[in-house]
């Protein structure tokens, strides 16, 4: 898998003590991205998932996984093997992507790859970033349109479930039908 980067112990990409490994590679071009450097599906370096995934094991203080980029729906597969590892351990999964939700689920349906990491993602970060709705703050995310979706929820009740962050505490809102 090409990757970015990782971060071994991060407290930035979601609740806890977190294992985030950035993707290589993003054909969204999202207008003040603040990573333009993880746009070229051939830059970055190759890593083995297995290398990756003994790495996160190795901390028994790690709390989840974060799948971020770059876009990591474009490495499905390869994200999927870590979040299969993640989840046999008891970490929960976070995975950051450009494309909405209702996108990912189109996807899904030609994309076995895109449609595991979908299933073992149990937040989604999700869309764009627009820069006219960036906000310093937005917890776990960087502009307005962008929402913490509880996953298992969605797809268990056909509904958006959306996790509220910016206060304390998080809380569920039911939102459109998927
Ligand atoms: S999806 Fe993320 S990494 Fe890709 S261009 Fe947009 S902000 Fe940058």
């Known amino acids: 898998m090409r990757v970015a980067g990782i971060v071994q ?3 930035v990409d979601g609740p806890g003590l977190r294992f985030t490994v950035f993707a290589q590679g993003c054909p969204h ?3 003040g991205c603040h990573n333009p450097q993880t746009h070229d599906p ?3 370096e190759e890593r083995d998932t297995r290398d990756m995934i003994a790495e996160m094991l190795r901390n028994p203080l790690t709390d989840g996984l974060t799948l971020s980029g770059g876009e990591p729906f474009a490495q499905a597969g390869e ?3 870590i979040a299969q590892a993640a989840k046999n351990a008891g970490l929960d999964v976070w995975t950051y992507t450009g494309y909405a939700f209702e ?3 189109v996807l899904a349906e030609r994309d076995t790859g895109a449609a595991e990491l979908l299933r073992l993602t149990d937040v989604l970060v999700d869309g764009r970033f627009i820069l006219a709705r960036r906000s310093l703050e937005l917890r776990w995310r960087g502009s307005g349109n ?3 979706i509880d996953v298992p929820k969605t797809l268990e009740r056909k509904e958006v479930y959306e ?3 910016d206060g304390e505490p998080c809380h569920a809102r039911q939102g459109a039908g998927v």
């Open 9 to 11: 112990d991060s407290i």
């Open 29 to 31: 071009r999202c207008e």
């Open 42 to 44: 051939g830059g970055g």
């Open 79 to 81: 994200c999927a093997e």
């Open 103 to 105: 996108e990912l689920r």
């Open 146 to 148: 962008q929402r913490l």
């Open 163 to 165: 996790l509220v962050c």
